[in-house]
């Protein structure tokens, strides 16, 4: 249902990486007219969220993390490491006294936003797959911000959270919070801001401050960063800004309070990776156009558990969609299999009305990801393998 959506960073491999939802953000926003924008920035993570955590090089997913390498020159930092630093030396005069929760940063999401997600980074980094993709997140859009962060020591192992917010509709009307060690120290980004210019002597990363903050500019549109701790910044796309430092303020409502009220309450916010999503009016037709939210969670316990709930207000219509799901789904997956799909994996979906939701769940272990990436990348290189021949035979 809500990750309906065709398109999600497809560059990148993961989504899970807020220097790459930031690159993606201005470099879609910023260097595409509005023509041109198959889907907005928004509306394309809305997917990839959850997608991007299964793609090539999936390796030892249930093998957890103690055995994660750390970029070179890089200290590795459990998590519990991490947390205990938050009250350590005050740094230039940004809030360091208490710890930013990531219910605290959902505050900072101002009322209005469609879709909300939460990550937690220091987790999801530390699962197997999207080690097996760093590589491939390198070669994207986000590499000079990945190695702008590296050098500026506050690389992967130094995450904690991440909390988006923003309208699907639109690419300039985002907000991310995203917590670090040290990420928002004047310094830190001073050194951020040096790699970036000097890989690209043409980009902006202006830091300043404002009304006794440290601010970022990066330009082209207006995208800002605000040191909300020496641990948070937050990142601002043009559209968001007004609300977003009303937020700041104390002023305005936020996205608990409002627009996803109702979706966020229904959430499971421990899981590792968890969403709340107004249905908008794609999403509303045919079946499902009594949806009125979605919700959904995965968890990276054990290889990956997706769960997406759909609410349609009426017990009667969520009773009726689950029949006509369940159908549907029994009709295709008997020829799973002829895609590669692992048994286990499709014996693990359940499609039942709960009240008035429908639940969707589906999991996978870390070797049935494997078979999976293993088959899908086959079937993407045959292709590939007989336009080749083609051009040989002529």
């Known amino acids: 249902m809500a990750l309906g959506y065709h398109r999600v960073f497809p560059e990148h491999g993961a989504v899970l990486v807020p220097w790459t939802i930031a690159a993606e953000f201005e470099r879609t926003a910023l260097t595409c007219p509005p023509a041109a924008r198959e889907y907005p920035t928004m509306k394309r993570f809305a997917l990839g969220i959850s997608l991007g955590l299964v793609a090539p090089h999936v390796t030892g997913c249930d093998k957890g993390a103690d055995n994660r390498p750390t970029t070179p020159g890089e200290e590795r930092h459990d998590v519990d490491d991490v947390d205990n630093r938050d009250d350590e030396n005050s740094r230039d005069g940004n809030n360091s006294s208490a710890a930013i929760t990531p219910a605290d940063a959902m505050k900072y999401i101002p009322d209005g936003a469609n879709l909300l997600i939460g990550v937690n980074t220091a987790k999801v980094v530390d699962f197997a797959v999207l080690m097996g993709n760093e590589d491939l997140l390198r070669q994207g859009d986000a590499g000079e911000m990945l190695a702008a962060a590296d050098a500026?020591?506050?690389?992967?192992?130094?995450?904690?959270?991440?909390?988006?917010?923003?309208?699907?509709?639109?690419?300039?009307?985002?907000?991310?919070?995203?917590?670090?060690?040290?990420?928002?120290?004047?310094?830190?980004?001073?050194?951020?801001?040096?790699?970036?210019?000097?890989?690209?002597?043409?980009?902006?990363?202006?830091?300043?401050?404002?009304?006794?903050?440290?601010?970022?500019?990066?330009?082209?549109?207006?995208?800002?960063?605000?040191?909300?701790?020496?641990?948070?910044?937050?990142?601002?796309?043009?559209?968001?800004?007004?609300?977003?430092?009303?937020?700041?303020?104390?002023?305005?409502?936020?996205?608990?309070?409002?627009s996803l009220k109702d979706a966020l309450d229904s959430v499971d916010q421990s899981k590792h990776i968890y969403f709340g999503m107004l249905a908008t009016a794609d999403m509303r037709?045919?079946?499902?156009?009594?949806?009125?939210?979605?919700?959904?969670?995965?968890?990276?316990?054990?290889?990956?558990?997706?769960?997406?709930?759909?609410?349609?207000?009426d017990s009667a219509k969520a009773t009726d969609f689950s029949d006509i799901a369940n159908r549907q789904f029994d009709e295709l997956k008997g020829i799973a299999g002829a895609f590669g799909i692992p048994a286990g994996i499709v014996e693990s979906v359940k499609i039942e009305a709960q009240g008035a939701a429908v639940a969707i769940s589906v999991s996978a272990t870390g070797d049935e990801l494997k078979q999976l990436s293993e088959a899908l990348s086959k079937q993407l290189a045959e292709p590939d393998a007989a336009a080749a021949a083609d051009q040989r035979s002529n």
Not at 290 to 295: A, E, G, K, N, S
């Open 152 to 258: 500026c020591k506050v690389g992967m192992s130094t995450w904690k959270y991440a909390v988006v917010g923003g309208n699907t509709e639109e690419d300039l009307d985002v907000v991310i919070v995203f917590s670090a060690t040290g990420v928002g120290e004047k310094n830190t980004l001073d050194c951020i801001g040096k790699n970036i210019t000097e890989q690209d002597p043409q980009a902006r990363f202006d830091v300043g401050e404002e009304d006794g903050r440290v601010v970022v500019s990066r330009g082209r549109g207006g995208q800002k960063w605000y040191a909300i701790s020496d641990d948070v910044i937050a990142i601002v796309g043009a559209d968001s800004r007004e609300a977003f430092e009303d937020r700041l303020d104390g002023r305005g409502k936020n996205v608990l309070e409002g």
């Open 285 to 313: 037709q045919g079946p499902t156009a009594p949806l009125q939210y979605v919700t959904g969670t995965v968890d990276l316990s054990a290889g990956i558990t997706l769960a997406v709930s759909g609410e349609f207000g």
